[in-house]
């Protein structure tokens, strides 16, 4: 291969799930005020998922492990 990527042709591009994923749904279930833990590692998926649902968040330290996220509008 020499280092290349093989480039092809004619291959289909498959349907989507349709499925909004989790954190999307989540956020378009609360309602301003509400709240959830979410563990640090992974906070960075928070504000993309969040654009997607249209929602404003704001996050805190809960402990070492986890935010808390807030729906903020």
Same mark, same amino acid.
């Given at each position: 291969?020499?280092?290349?990527l093989?480039?092809?042709? $004619?291959?289909?591009?498959?349907?989507?799930?349709?499925?909004?994923?989790v +954190?999307?749904?989540?956020? !378009?279930?609360? &309602? %301003? $005020?509400?709240?959830?833990?979410?563990?640090?590692?992974?906070?960075?998926? +928070?504000?993309?998922?969040? !654009?997607r649902? &249209? %929602?404003?968040?704001?996050?805190?330290?809960?402990?070492?492990?986890?935010?808390?996220?807030?729906?903020?509008?």
């Amino acid at each position: 291969m020499n280092g290349a990527l093989k480039i092809e042709k $004619g291959v289909p591009i498959p349907e989507g799930s349709g499925r909004k994923g989790v +954190l999307v749904s989540t956020f !378009e279930a609360m &309602k %301003v $005020g509400d709240s959830f833990l979410f563990p640090t590692k992974n906070r960075t998926q +928070l504000a993309l998922y969040a !654009e997607r649902a &249209k %929602v404003k968040i704001i996050t805190r330290a809960a402990d070492e492990e986890n935010v808390r996220v807030w729906r903020v509008k």
